[in-house]
């Protein structure tokens, strides 16, 4: 599913800066106010938008930013993943080939670090492990890139699948909703309508 100019426009002036309002995003982007909230709002329930957030840097916190390289064998790659994604310290982390897990951790002191190295290694699945304290942040940019004609994958709203080639679309409520067959579009709209006899 490719995304229109307007929210290509929205997406790279949020990562600028998550903090415009929508009366200065459609001043920027030339489109009205309401505009901005409805494509906002799509793009929050298509899961492309995740969050707003303040960049802070840890090393002004004297905070210790770490990478691990965790392997595991492949059938315990996923587990591994969710496993070490769940401790309060790391700050995100991706499956890479070779069931390898990397991820960045944030600690708030340097003695922190080697009883949340015993933390990982105890992580059931866990075959070897390697961590590499930075010593100086070189960059840190956003991590999508928003050029124009990029392409979204949206989930289905009813069945959770990513819909491959062109989503079903249609409105309720105003709103725009995504399915990837008729017969979640038939699911969704009876579900759609008990929820709103139920809400009368």
């Known amino acids: 599913m490719e995304l ?106 340097a003695d922190a670090l080697r009883p949340f190295l015993r933390k990982v290694q105890g992580i059931p699945g866990v075959l070897s492990m390697e961590s590499h304290v930075a010593s100086k942040a070189l960059k840190d940019a956003p991590r999508a890139v928003i050029v124009d004609g990029v392409s979204a994958t949206p989930n289905c709203f009813e069945c959770g699948q990513a819909i491959e080639g062109v989503p079903i679309r249609i409105r309720l409520g105003g709103r725009l909703h995504y399915l990837c067959c008729t017969s979640c579009e038939r699911l969704y709209r009876e579900r759609y309508e008990k929820i709103k006899a139920a809400s009368k």
């Open 4 to 109: 229109d100019k307007t929210d290509v426009e929205i997406l790279r002036a949020l990562q600028e800066d998550a903090r415009l309002s929508y009366r200065a995003l459609a001043r920027r982007i030339r489109v009205s106010a309401p505009t901005i909230s409805s494509r906002v709002s799509n793009l929050i329930h298509l899961g492309i938008i995740t969050g707003f957030h303040a960049a802070v840097e840890p090393e002004r916190l004297k905070q210790v930013r770490v990478v691990l390289i965790a392997r595991s064998s492949p059938a315990n790659a996923d587990t591994v993943g969710t496993a070490i994604a769940k401790l309060p310290e790391v700050r995100w982390t991706v499956k890479s080939a070779g069931s390898r897990i990397v991820a960045e951790a944030v600690l708030r002191r």
